[in-house]
Nanobody, 131 residues
Framework: QVRLVESGGGSVQAGGSLRLSCTISGSPYNYYCLAWFRQVPGKEREAIASLYTCTYRTSVADSVRDRFDVSLDTAENTLYLQMNRLQPDDTAVYYC????????????????????????WGQGTQVNVSS
């Protein structure tokens, strides 16, 4: 059973930085579509970034592309979300999600519009940004 554990959330002032981590374990497969989401109470969960481990291709939402970056440490099986120049609007619970895959498809990628369908989710980590 795939287990995702997020960490690194906390409280920071506007303009500060945080790096979120998502440790991945329990999958029998070596390939993933991985993603970061965030959710504010009363709003839909918003996709922030994705990473396709077959090619290490990444995608980041337009709303945060100039401030956030996604990366993967394969040795540690950990997905990261580096968040810079944080703003109060970035306050949310941040989740990582994964779809383990047994093989890679030529030309394949995470499908941004289908990221919400990823089958495995972490418990989330809270990020609070004060002005």
């Amino acid at each position: 059973q795939v287990r995702l554990v997020e960490s690194g959330g906390g409280s920071v002032q506007a303009g500060g930085s945080l790096r979120l981590s998502c440790t991945i374990s329990g999958s029998p497969y070596n390939y993933y579509c991985l993603a970061w989401f965030r959710q504010v109470p009363g709003k839909e969960r918003e996709a922030i970034a994705s990473l396709y481990t077959c090619t290490y291709r990444t995608s980041v939402a337009d709303s945060v592309r100039d401030r956030f970056d996604v990366s993967l440490d394969t040795a540690e099986n950990t997905l990261y979300l580096q968040m810079n120049r944080l703003q109060p609007d970035d306050t949310a619970v941040y989740y990582c999600a994964a779809n383990p895959m047994s093989f890679c498809v030529s030309g394949g990628n995470c499908h941004w519009g289908a990221l919400r369908e990823l089958p495995n989710w972490g418990q989330g980590t809270q990020v609070n940004v004060s002005s």
